[in-house]
Protein backbone atom coordinates (compact mmCIF):
# COMPACT_ATOMS: atom_id res chain seq x y z
CA UNK A 1 0.00 0.00 0.00
CA UNK A 2 1.09 3.59 -0.92
CA UNK A 3 2.20 6.23 1.87
CA UNK A 4 -0.74 7.96 0.65
CA UNK A 5 -3.02 4.80 1.51
CA UNK A 6 -1.98 4.39 4.96
CA UNK A 7 -2.12 8.36 5.33
CA UNK A 8 -5.83 8.28 4.19
CA UNK A 9 -6.56 5.38 6.73
CA UNK A 10 -5.07 7.04 9.40
CA UNK A 11 -6.86 10.14 9.06
CA UNK A 12 -10.60 8.08 9.42
CA UNK A 13 -10.56 8.94 13.39
CA UNK A 14 -9.43 12.36 12.70
CA UNK A 15 -12.38 12.57 10.16
CA UNK A 16 -14.96 11.04 13.17
CA UNK A 17 -13.39 13.75 15.50
CA UNK A 18 -13.77 16.45 12.70
CA UNK A 19 -17.75 15.48 12.51
CA UNK A 20 -18.17 15.31 16.09
CA UNK A 21 -16.48 19.15 16.16
CA UNK A 22 -18.55 19.83 13.48
CA UNK A 23 -22.11 18.64 15.45
CA UNK A 24 -20.74 20.12 18.63
CA UNK A 25 -20.04 23.89 17.08
CA UNK A 26 -23.94 23.48 15.60
CA UNK A 27 -25.60 22.17 18.64
CA UNK A 28 -23.41 24.65 20.82
CA UNK A 29 -24.16 27.64 18.42
CA UNK A 30 -27.96 27.06 18.53
CA UNK A 31 -27.43 26.45 22.38
CA UNK A 32 -26.58 29.72 22.60
CA UNK A 33 -30.22 30.64 22.51
CA UNK A 34 -30.81 28.79 25.61
CA UNK A 35 -28.22 30.09 27.61
CA UNK A 36 -25.28 28.02 26.46
CA UNK A 37 -21.66 28.96 27.62
CA UNK A 38 -19.76 30.58 25.24
CA UNK A 39 -16.83 28.57 25.99
CA UNK A 40 -17.98 25.42 24.66
CA UNK A 41 -18.56 27.20 21.58
CA UNK A 42 -14.91 27.98 21.55
CA UNK A 43 -13.57 24.72 22.50
CA UNK A 44 -15.32 23.37 19.52
CA UNK A 45 -13.67 25.56 17.26
CA UNK A 46 -10.63 25.17 18.97
CA UNK A 47 -11.18 21.37 18.60
CA UNK A 48 -11.68 21.76 14.58
CA UNK A 49 -8.82 23.70 14.01
CA UNK A 50 -6.80 21.15 15.51
CA UNK A 51 -8.28 18.42 13.97
CA UNK A 52 -7.93 20.10 10.52
CA UNK A 53 -4.44 20.90 11.58
CA UNK A 54 -3.29 17.19 12.25
CA UNK A 55 -4.93 16.05 9.63
CA UNK A 56 -2.98 18.56 7.29
CA UNK A 57 -0.08 17.67 8.81
CA UNK A 58 -0.50 14.21 8.27
CA UNK A 59 -0.44 14.70 4.68
CA UNK A 60 2.59 16.86 4.64
CA UNK A 61 4.29 13.86 5.74
CA UNK A 62 3.73 11.79 3.34
CA UNK A 63 6.23 13.89 1.33
CA UNK A 64 8.91 13.71 3.46
CA UNK A 65 11.32 12.15 1.49
CA UNK A 66 10.79 15.09 -0.68
CA UNK A 67 11.71 17.67 1.89
CA UNK A 68 13.58 15.72 4.65
CA UNK A 69 16.68 14.31 2.18
CA UNK A 70 19.02 17.16 3.24
CA UNK A 71 18.10 16.73 7.25
CA UNK A 72 19.24 14.95 9.83
CA UNK A 73 17.55 12.72 12.20
CA UNK A 74 17.26 15.28 14.82
CA UNK A 75 16.29 18.11 12.48
CA UNK A 76 13.19 15.90 11.74
CA UNK A 77 12.77 15.19 15.63
CA UNK A 78 12.99 18.97 15.94
CA UNK A 79 10.31 19.30 13.57
CA UNK A 80 8.26 16.99 14.45
CA UNK A 81 8.18 18.14 17.96
CA UNK A 82 8.01 22.00 17.40
CA UNK A 83 4.41 20.76 15.15
CA UNK A 84 3.49 17.92 17.62
CA UNK A 85 3.41 19.80 20.90
CA UNK A 86 1.52 22.94 19.87
CA UNK A 87 -1.16 20.53 18.11
CA UNK A 88 -1.69 18.59 21.62
CA UNK A 89 -1.55 21.54 23.64
CA UNK A 90 -4.21 22.83 21.42
CA UNK A 91 -6.48 20.01 21.74
CA UNK A 92 -6.03 19.30 25.24
CA UNK A 93 -7.41 23.19 25.67
CA UNK A 94 -10.41 22.13 23.94
CA UNK A 95 -10.97 19.40 25.91
CA UNK A 96 -10.90 21.48 28.81
CA UNK A 97 -13.17 24.39 27.85
CA UNK A 98 -15.18 21.72 27.03
CA UNK A 99 -14.81 20.63 30.50
CA UNK A 100 -15.13 24.25 31.92
CA UNK A 101 -18.37 24.88 30.05
CA UNK A 102 -20.26 21.59 31.09
CA UNK A 103 -19.32 22.27 34.97
CA UNK A 104 -20.64 26.25 34.69
CA UNK A 105 -23.86 24.58 32.67
CA UNK A 106 -24.76 22.57 35.52
CA UNK A 107 -24.45 25.49 38.19
CA UNK A 108 -27.74 27.62 38.57
CA UNK A 109 -26.82 31.36 37.05
CA UNK A 110 -25.51 34.16 39.69
CA UNK A 111 -28.14 36.41 40.47
CA UNK A 112 -27.14 39.83 42.16
CA UNK A 113 -29.21 41.48 44.87
CA UNK A 114 -30.99 39.80 47.75
CA UNK A 115 -32.25 36.01 47.49
CA UNK A 116 -35.42 35.25 46.89
CA UNK A 117 -38.05 35.10 49.86
CA UNK A 118 -38.47 31.44 49.70
CA UNK A 119 -41.83 31.67 51.38
CA UNK A 120 -45.00 29.91 50.80
CA UNK A 121 -46.72 30.25 47.19
CA UNK A 122 -49.71 31.94 48.53
CA UNK A 123 -48.06 35.00 50.01
CA UNK A 124 -49.19 37.41 51.53
CA UNK A 125 -49.88 34.64 54.30
CA UNK A 126 -52.84 33.87 55.81
CA UNK A 127 -52.73 34.74 59.55
CA UNK A 128 -52.77 32.78 62.16
CA UNK A 129 -56.01 32.82 64.92
CA UNK A 130 -56.90 35.57 66.78
CA UNK A 131 -54.04 38.23 64.69
CA UNK A 132 -55.41 40.64 62.33
CA UNK A 133 -54.85 39.62 58.27
CA UNK A 134 -51.60 41.50 56.48
CA UNK A 135 -52.74 44.16 54.51
CA UNK A 136 -51.25 43.33 50.97
CA UNK A 137 -48.53 45.37 49.57
CA UNK A 138 -48.23 47.18 53.21
CA UNK A 139 -45.45 46.22 55.30
CA UNK A 140 -46.32 44.74 59.19
CA UNK A 141 -43.94 46.49 61.56
CA UNK A 142 -43.55 45.69 65.06
CA UNK A 143 -44.72 42.39 67.15
CA UNK A 144 -48.44 41.65 66.13
CA UNK A 145 -50.56 41.47 69.29
CA UNK A 146 -53.81 39.08 69.17
CA UNK A 147 -56.64 40.46 69.09
CA UNK A 148 -58.77 40.53 72.75
CA UNK A 149 -62.13 38.65 72.82
CA UNK A 150 -64.68 41.22 72.68
CA UNK A 151 -67.08 41.54 74.91
CA UNK A 152 -70.53 41.11 75.11
CA UNK A 153 -73.14 43.02 77.33
CA UNK A 154 -74.84 41.18 80.02
CA UNK A 155 -78.09 40.56 78.53
Not at 50 to 79: H, K, P, Y
Request: aromatic residues 8%.
Amino acid sequence: MSQLGFASIETIPRLLQLVVGLLGLIFSIKGRSRGVSGLMVGAFVVMLVTTVAGMVWQFVLVNLSSWGDDLTADEIRWIFMGVGIPLDIASVLSWLLVAIAVLKAGRPPRQSGPAPYPGPVNYPPVAQPGFPNPQPGYPQTGPQQPNPPTQQPPS
